[in-house]
Each structure stands twice: as structure tokens, then as C-alpha cells.
Nanobody, 117 residues
Framework: QVQLVESGGGLVQPGGSLRLSCAVS????????MGWYRQSPGKQRELVAT???????NYADSVKGRFTISRDSAKNMVYLQMNSLKPGDTAVYYC???????????WGQGTQVTVSS
């Protein structure tokens, strides 16, 4: 059973920064991707950033140039550095991983990010 635990959310002013962390259980074998998505009330879930096995990142257009995804495979950690935050970034952020073939998707319980003055 894969488990993911997010941390690092909070309240930040526009233009500020936050760093989200995600601890992922289990071996990295057959783990094909890790990343982050977010959900705001009344909006569709949005995939924010992913990182695949070779380390290649992908980003949603809405966060390109502002967010950076990274990982520490030895520690089974994935991070999301969020800079130049905007009110539109306000959401619950969820960490996810895709495991096995065909892939099974797992996600954590989320961490709230609020960008407001």
C-alpha cells in the first residue's frame, strides 16, 4: 500500500513563496511518475507538475516559470517550490504517484495553500 503525506502549505501574500514536501512510502521500483495537482472549490482538478523516472519535469502553463518540481529518490521525497504566488494559486495541493503496469494512481490528503493579502 502506497502512502503519501504532504506538508508545507499555509497562508502567503501575493508574490511570496512556499515549498511543499511530499513523503512517499515504498520502493521506487515501478514508480513511473510523481507530481502535484490542485483543487479549488468550483473548479476542475488541475495537474500542476509531474516528474518522471528519468527526472524530466512537466508543468501546467499556469505555473510555468514560477513553480519547480524536484525529488530526492533516496529519501522518497518530492517537492514543489512555488514562487511569485498569485491569488489564483489558492487551492488544496495533492501529491500523487503512479505505480506499476498498468499504472495505479495514489494521492495524499492534501495541504491547503492560500494566497491572499
Amino acid at each position: 500500500q502506497v502512502q503519501l503525506v504532504e506538508s508545507g502549505g499555509g497562508l502567503v501574500q501575493p508574490g511570496g513563496s512556499l515549498r511543499l514536501s511530499c513523503a512517499v512510502s515504498g520502493s521506487i521500483i515501478n514508480r513511473f511518475a510523481m507530481g502535484w495537482y490542485r483543487q479549488s472549490p468550483g473548479k476542475q482538478r488541475e495537474l500542476v507538475a509531474t516528474i518522471i523516472r528519468d527526472g524530466s519535469p512537466n508543468y501546467a502553463d499556469s505555473v510555468k516559470g514560477r513553480f519547480t518540481i524536484s525529488r530526492d529518490s533516496a529519501k522518497n521525497m518530492v517537492y514543489l517550490q512555488m514562487n511569485s504566488l498569485k491569488p489564483g494559486d489558492t487551492a488544496v495541493y495533492y501529491c500523487y504517484t503512479s505505480v506499476g503496469w498498468p499504472p495505479t494512481h495514489y494521492w495524499g490528503q492534501g495541504t491547503q495553500v492560500t494566497v491572499s493579502s
